[in-house]
């Protein structure tokens, strides 16, 4: 029976309770979650109504009725009111004689979103201004037998952010993804920069504009005697036949006390007692520690994930408290040297070079608390599946919950961890930097034990916009020179000074880069160096072939638009919008250019679809097409370019967008493809106006020994030639295996009816195989391709098995079923068989399911 985390975490506690009652210790901290009974109203109302904590105030409403679904239609226009109301909620929490005779007793808010006043017993205790901050205050004195009152007073972030806007004297340089006209804001003010809070909350080109407020991360009641953990750091300083750790612990104690233990156990065993004596108030100690035989921990793709559960307790005067993270033992190192071209930027893991393949990540709804476990575990076990080991937290979202980042070393997702901070210049004022400067203190403390962060990175896009987008320029001709130079020294204040300070400060074993993209601190981004986000492709309207040659030294945005599925696409409309430039089609399409774009690219290598269905599907085609393009040409460039990260995996809402998961879970047509072409070896072409030039590439760290085979065939499956070659595929490489002339191997065939299919054999088994067609897709033959299926049902799946005499291109299974195919949209070589399954679920039987099974392929979506 497999239990979840929850339940184990309490059963570990409980027994651990019991255990250190039985040894004469016991517990010194007791904490209480408050996440109950509480009641919100907007601050002129008299009637309260019943709250979640944590929430939002959208989600509130939503709750009791008094707004409808923000996502479907049109809606989000008529809610743009709840941003510039105030909002308050309460709850009494019952506070026992135990709790009450604690020595000390604090609150801790780990989220609240975001101007906040904090009131108990009528009491101001604490005033907020940062969602991305924790806050903790000590209450005891404040506090009473039974019943306690906590009012908690939510401020309006425009109206906030309006004073300071108005209060500034001079304009600070916003993207235009600040939807100021959308949320009917006072002269379309982009008040954003103002306030430390997630940026696409105000709207994004992909994302609504809903601007939240609420208690968004727990609140919890801590008490305790004589001491307490604040904090545990496990820093790794050396990996050889030993382990050389230290265990770094911050802690508070009430009272002095030169006789404490602290003993540090690994996986349950004490590896290190020392005994340390205990000051009032605050102490450090750092305990150096080993761990014999280390097994490794590696990214997904190339090991094991192996972790190591460490924990710290101190004994003391009777009294234990204790901390615990679970660690994987690995070095990492961000690799900038000079060479040829102009700098590597690499990411070096156990000593080894590895090619970061993977997409960026944003928030998985706007309204943050709906994101639960299960919500985590399908986009990271998605990206784990897609043969994914790197995933890029987005600088204008949130610094994710800590599921997230346990997930992300349980699969072997390295993450490359932006600060909150995107596509805007900010304010220089010294609150505001002292306000970051925490912000950056209580998240990289929060997160640097997890093994999957590899990087800190300041910002996404500013230092662009300010050199490229004519930001700089802008600011000294329509304000003044003087002015642009004092919002440019907020910036080097911000990104040069604070945030590489806290890093090294705090977690100086992560390499901290100042923008993404750029090429050094303050140089903006290059192809030689750097990292770099292309997007000549989307907004340049340039050809998808452009990623083969604009080849960076790592691509960490890059992209191109579909829309969802259909079955997506109904939860938020009615029939009458079902075209792609209908009212409620065009309000869930962000970017400024994006359905004429979509549509623009798919004549350039589809024929027209011949319903708003088909639409949809052959968009999904392109857009898998399109990235495709460049994952192949920045893995064949691996000599050069060492990471293809594509913009985006996933969706905060419903909506046209460049993600390959959309908001309902739904693997688009692009996630299936990076599945195949992330895989640890591919087989891959580079097309020439006279030959095919055909590359192996291997992330594995060990060579094979393999046959290449490819052959020529037309769409009925007749094979035209063949060629065979032995290979040694060496590890962590690319290489040109064979060059095909064309006139060598077409002799005058019609290009519009043939393929090449290549495969690599190790043994009787296919590695890796790859379908190449020499023609564009629009210029093709398609035949019928007389595709036959039958259904039968297993114990946890439904089993599809297609049979096709003919070529079929681009098969799409469909079922209602909120789970994904085992595959999809995938190709089948002529007189095959293929066989797909789907998890069942309890309302469906074989009858039912076989009812609501629709199968289609490319030619089904043409009325030619």
Known sequence: MRRTTKFRQTLFFIMATLLLSSCGNKPAVLEIDLNQNWTFKKVQDTLWNKATVPGTVHTDLIDIGEIPNPYYRLNEHDLQWID???????????VSKEVLAKERIELHFSG?????????????????????????VEVKPLLQLGDNRIHILLESPINKGLEKYDALGYKIPVSDNDLSKIGKVEGEKQVSIFTRKAGYHFGW????????????RPIKLRSYNHHKIDDLFIQQEAIGEKANLTAHIELSATEINDKSKIEILVNDSIVKTQEVALEVGKNNFNIPFEIENPQLWWPNGMGAQVLYTIEAQVVSDSYVDKKAHKIGLRTIELVREPDAIGASFFFKVNGHPVFMKGANYIPQDVFLPRAKQAEYEHILSSAKEANMNMLRVWGGGIYEDDMFYQMCDEKGLLVWQDFMFACAMFPGDPSFLDNVRQEAIDNVKRLRNHTS????????????AWENWGWKNQVAQEQSKPIADTIWKAYDDIFHKILPEVVQEFNNSRAYWPSSPGSDFGKKESLEKGDAHYWM???GKEPFDKYTTEIPRFMSEYGFQSFPELSTVEKYTQPKDHDIYSEVMTSHQRSSIGNVTIEEYMLRHYKKPKDFASFLYVSQLLQAHGVNVGIEAHRR????????????INDCWPVASWSSIDY????????????????NFLISNEDKADRLNVF???????SINAKLKIRLLDFEGNELNQWEEEVVVAPNTSQQYVTLLKNDFLKGKDSENILLHEALYVGDKIQTENIHYLSPFKQLDFPDPELSFTVKENPDVFEVTLNTKKLAKDVFLSSGFIANFSDNYFDMLPNTQKTVTIKKTKREDLESFKSKLSILTLTDSFTD
Do not use: H
Not at 129 to 135: A, G, K
Not at 453 to 464: Q, V
Not at 696 to 702: A, E, G, Q, R
């Open 84 to 94: 510039k109301e105030n909002w308050e909620y309460k709850t009494l929490i019952k």
């Open 112 to 136: 609240l979103d975001t101007y906040s006043k904090i009131y108990l017993n009528d009491s101001l205790i604490l005033q907020t201004d940062n969602m991305f901050r924790n806050y903790t």
């Open 205 to 216: 080109d992909w994302g609504p504009r809903l601007v939240t407020s609420g208690i968004w």
């Open 453 to 464: 962060i590899a990087l800190w990175c300041g910002n996404n896009e500013i230092l662009s």
């Open 537 to 539: 492709v989307w907004w």
């Open 637 to 648: 460039n691996r000599e050069r370019c060492m990471g293809s990260l594509y913009w985006q």
């Open 664 to 679: 309902y879970g739904k693997w688009k047509a692009l996630q299936y493809k990076a599945k195949k072409s992330f895989k």
């Open 696 to 702: 192996i590439v291997s992330d594995s760290l060990k």
